[in-house]
Nanobody, 122 residues
């Protein structure tokens, strides 16, 4: 059984940084791991994802400001976010998929964490 638990969210001023962590259990070392976010009134969007082969996807809105990484020894995936903006405010979710590559839509992901709130003040 796959479980995902996010941590690291919080309140930060614009220009600040946060590192989100996702501890995962189960047969996830062979799965693509992704970070989604959902702001109030908006659709859930893929922010970053990494395949087991090391292929990485970033949304255009976060390119150059975020970095995804995974430590398989610790069964943890990270999302380092720098130069945060108020528009980055959202609930951030860790998700994993058994699909190959990097699916972009949420329905292609099989397992989800409970989410962690990120709030960026101006």
């Amino acid at each position: 059984q796959v479980q995902l638990v996010e941590s690291g969210g919080g309140l930060v001023q614009a220009g600040g940084s946060l590192r989100l962590s996702c501890a995962h259990s189960g047969r996830t070392t062979t799965y693509t791991m992704g970070w989604f976010r959902q702001a109030p009134g908006k659709e859930r969007e893929l922010v970053a994802a990494m395949t087991t082969g090391g292929n990485i996807y970033y949304a255009d809105s976060v390119k150059g400001r975020c970095a995804i990484s995974r430590d398989n020894a610790k069964n943890t995936v990270y999302l380092q976010m720098n130069s945060l903006k108020p528009e980055d405010t959202a609930v951030y979710y860790c998700a994993t998929t058994r699909s190959r590559g990097v699916p972009l839509i949420p329905t292609r992901y099989d397992y989800w964490g409970q989410g962690t709130q990120v709030t960026v003040s101006s």
